[in-house]
């Protein structure tokens, strides 16, 4: 139900934007408006205005229109000539076209100004150990250290780590890290792209470069047990502190939890120590199938202090002026990255398994609904974005490819004729279709193999 009302919720605030940039624009040229509907189809609901104005909720939600006067579309009274779309100026139906895409814009600048100004929760872009023989191993780069930038882009979280790693890696042959130490000491880590597999990297950037996020070391004590679960039938109780595995001494558990997957199916002996006494408890791991590869489990979980994490969230917030010129500089950031995202995909650079539909946005939308209002919020700031660069494409059939025809006739001094509108009709809905298409598959392909 989260995920349905999540959903909803984001389709009809996202249409309602994009629309309502159309129409307030129209009116603001003297264009008369003659239908303003949420989805398409059959009308459900309607009510008229005073200005003559009907605005609808129609039977097919995803996506909508605004109607407006046109003497292409029909016969228009001699008096209300004037107040036809077609009858504007060339700037005045760039401006009415381009206003819906700008509303989208607008609305993720004014959501993550909101969210700048209010503070970000988040992680600090603080690195693990990395994975042994891995760009990141041979960089140099070091269990604890801050990053700061990236190819001399400031990061100030690891979301923002996230996509930057994201956007250079797909466009540079390598990564600098400029990363601090505890003691405050620079250093620059360059990760050399030239044998990572590209393909990887679109699905899982952080594992072909080796890098990982920090997390503190944590005591090898028994917090949580699976009920019936290997540990708990073999007599391992919350609090036991397993001292060895096997006859290996650990003091960390991510000692024990190597070990342990690594021991599948073989017997294993934890040395434990329970209220002042050591016990000696026998067990064999369930073998678990996880990525194709079979790990051992036992169905324990640690026992983890609140202040252990504290040192690793921070808070992204600005005054006021400062948090309204990063949420300019955020928004940009993302649309151009959409752009190139996008430009990589039809030269064939970028796999259209990146493509996501109505399926995986409702997904995300229930994901960040349940996560709290801030992921919320993000989440409908980005879904704008791309709703907005999507429809700014030079594509017949989406705003941009009416700007295109508009742009056309600036340079010719004349409109574009019908005929080609008409083609350029057709190609468009194939193209359009197309995407759908593979966004469709993508998502069912996701659903399929969870």
Not at 208 to 218: I, N, S
């Amino acid at each position: 139900m989260t995920t349905l009302l999540a959903f909803v919720f984001t389709l009809a605030l996202l249409i309602v934007v994009h629309e309502y940039g159309h129409y307030a624009v129209a009116r603001l040229c003297g264009v008369k408006v003659l239908r303003f509907s949420v989805g398409f189809g059959r009308v459900l609901l309607s009510h008229r205005d005073a200005s003559g104005t009907e605005w609808s909720l129609s039977a097919f939600p995803l996506g909508g229109y605004v109607k407006m006067l046109d003497e292409r579309e029909g016969e228009v009274a001699p008096q209300d000539r004037p107040h036809a779309f077609n009858r504007q100026s060339v700037w005045c139906r760039i401006a009415i076209v381009a206003a819906g895409p700008a509303a989208n814009l607008l609305l993720a600048v004014l959501l993550y100004w909101g969210l700048y100004a209010t503070g970000v929760p988040a992680l600090k872009p603080l690195l693990g150990e990395p994975l042994a023989g891995s760009p990141a191993a041979l960089a140099g780069v070091r269990d604890g250290e801050l990053v700061t930038r990236i190819n001399g882009v400031p990061v100030e979280s690891w979301q923002d780590f996230h996509l930057q790693i994201l956007r250079h890696g797909l466009t540079s042959a390598q990564i600098e890290l400029e990363t601090r130490d505890a003691h405050g000491h620079l250093a620059y880590r360059r990760l050399d792209l030239g044998t990572v597999d590209r393909a990887a990297f679109e699905t899982d950037p952080f594992r072909q470069l080796g890098l990982q996020r920090y997390t503190p070391p944590v005591p090898p004590i028994i917090g949580q047990l699976q009920p019936g679960g290997v540990a708990e039938r073999a007599g391992l109780k919350i609090g036991d502190r397993i001292v060895a595995v096997d006859g290996h001494p650990t003091t960390r558990w991510d000692q024990v939890v190597e070990t342990i997957r690594a021991r599948p199916g073989i017997v294993t002996e934890l040395e434990v120590t329970r209220a002042e006494q050591t016990l000696k408890i026998t067990l064999t791991p369930e073998r678990v199938n996880q990525g194709g590869q079979s790990i051992g489990r036992i169905g324990a979980g640690p026992q983890i202090a609140p202040e252990l994490f504290e040192a690793l969230q921070t808070e992204v917030r600005y005054e006021l002026l400062p948090a309204l010129w990063r949420a300019l500089e955020k928004t940009w950031e993302l649309a151009v990255f959409s752009l190139e995202m996008l430009g990589r995909m039809v030269i064939g650079q970028v796999s259209l398994q990146n493509l996501s539909g109505p399926i995986t946005i409702a997904d995300y939308a229930g994901q960040s609904a349940s996560a709290g209002l801030v992921p919320f919020l993000s989440f409908l700031a980005l879904i704008s974005i791309s709703l907005g660069v999507l429809n700014l494409l030079p594509v017949p059939i989406l705003d941009g490819g009416h700007l295109l025809y508009y742009f056309a006739e600036i340079a010719t001094g004349r409109p574009v004729s019908e005929r080609i509108q008409a083609i350029g009709q057709r190609v468009g809905i194939v193209l359009v279709g197309f995407l759908m298409f593979f966004a469709l598959y993508n998502d069912l392909i996701r659903l399929l193999s969870r």
